[in-house]
């Protein structure tokens, strides 16, 4: 079967279908513990070519055969999102393209398949950037970015990814087009109007937001949730829509992005840095309520548990090494301010002043040549994911989740208890002004023993995060490993209403099946991985 479909797919597209068992092997894992084979594995070129594939899918779903339609960019998704049992749609290969750059407006036009680190050079060369483009990893592609609504150390003040996209061009389950975008009022009342499967989708948006505006209006006031979909923020004041937020996030299954209009920002003068080594975890929770409150533009902590670890491998950090000459450390904080000269200057004083009495070590520095070094110390969480031990790794499953910061010194306390139960370090890292953190337990995931430790990890994670007023995915999507768990924080009526929304977009069921998409547990165990070792080359970021 499918190698009939590789040969009628490979007649009919532009680009390349392949059933090899050595590619499909390839591409049956990503960034996650979790693994699935495809059956077929396929490199489009043109926009065509994706209408092609779905519009198949969708033909043989209509007469009882559900291929799944996985869309991957870097393959570097933490949560089991890039990976499928159909066809898995590789949009890196070819659909890379920048296409415009259009300065005064300062829009840039490119394929979903290029990746971040080649977007930012181009931009680079014209002064230009998007600020949540920097930092993540080489591999990572725009399309999977935005299917994932990658948050980084920006975020605070900049947004996440979806903040950054003006307009997107998506082929739906059945091979029509929709361009993404805001369109007025009346706009909205003549697409409603069309007999297309476009025409459905504002038909159907408009009664979910009319007939469930009470549950709209509660996860609006929830944004740090990051699980379902993006419903409300389509709707403005006036009646316009945009249903462009719906794909932030949706990892690839509301559809598959085809072409992408970003916006973008002149690059600023280098920032202040300031790194401040806390020889307490108690100061230093005081430290990050104080901090917020100046406005920085990024806030990272990183556990002082994390150069230790770096340190068993050699990696020894300047600034790190001279704080413990003072003192123990317990935390470091990693503290950007950016704006114009004065703002910086008043901002070095402000944080001197606030330490001054504190067992605080602090180096603040504006020299465009020498914060470098000390932003080098935001890499070091990514730098700890490859232990030196073989055979360990510290698998990507804990990451992204959010605590009120207000809770945050009793969510500690419990982590404390796990750390104990688990006998593992689960110390925290991550985005201080967002209160988004993650931890890096080593494991050996080649062990049964390891892989039930993970699993029972996650669920008592999933219930100190919730039980802390938090969410276990606040970064990045839930995917396959997070689905259950994520959904179980949600009410009846959300469940319902991130349903019917997928139903709009897939009735047959043709995209990423499995992803996003509540499932028993012991299907997550089937498909864990026995051979994990790690992610690849995980500290090369952008
Ligand atoms: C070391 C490391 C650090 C990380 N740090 C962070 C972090 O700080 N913050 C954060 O938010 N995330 C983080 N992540 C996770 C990150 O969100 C994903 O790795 C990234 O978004 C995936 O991009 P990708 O191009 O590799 O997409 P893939 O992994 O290929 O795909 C990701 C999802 O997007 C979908 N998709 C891909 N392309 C398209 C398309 N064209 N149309 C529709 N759907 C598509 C896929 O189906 C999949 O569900 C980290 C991951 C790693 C490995």
Redesign the pocket.
Known sequence: MSSKVAQYLNEHLVGEVTTNNHVRQQYST??SILTVVPDLVAYPRVTSDLRKITRFAWQLAEKGHVLSV?????????TG??IGSGVVVD?SAHMNMLFELDIKQKLVRVQ?GVTVHALNEALRLQNLYIPAFIGL?N???V???I??N???HLSSKYGAVGSWVSQLEIVLANGEILQTGKISKRDVARKRGLQTYEGEVYRTIGNLLNDKAETIAAIATDARDNAGYNIAYVEYKDGSLDLGPLFIGS??TLG??SEVILKTLPVPDAPLVGALAFTSHDAVRDALDVLRQQSPSSLELIDGSLFTRAAESGKRYQFYADATEQGEVAAVVLVEFDGNTHAKKKAAKKIAKLFENEQVYVVLERDPGKIADLQMLGSLP?YV?VPEKSDFSTP?FLG?FYIPPERFEDFTKAVQILESKYDADLSLSGHGYESIYYTYPVLNMQKVGDRQKMLKLLTDWSTIVSAHGGHIVA???E?RLKAPFAYKELDGDTKELYAAIRTLFDPLGTL?AG?KQDRDIKKLVAELRTDYVG?DN?WHAA
Not at 70 to 78: A, E, K, N, S
Request: charged share 15%; glycine share 28%; no cysteine.
């Open positions: 990503d960034g996985t869309p991957r960019g870097g393959g570097t998704d933490t999102g890039a949009m979903p990893k591999d990572v592609t399309g999977g970015a299917a994932n990658m948050g980084n990892q690839g598959i992005i990514q994911q990507a992204g970064e990045n999507g995917g990423n992803v992610n995980a």
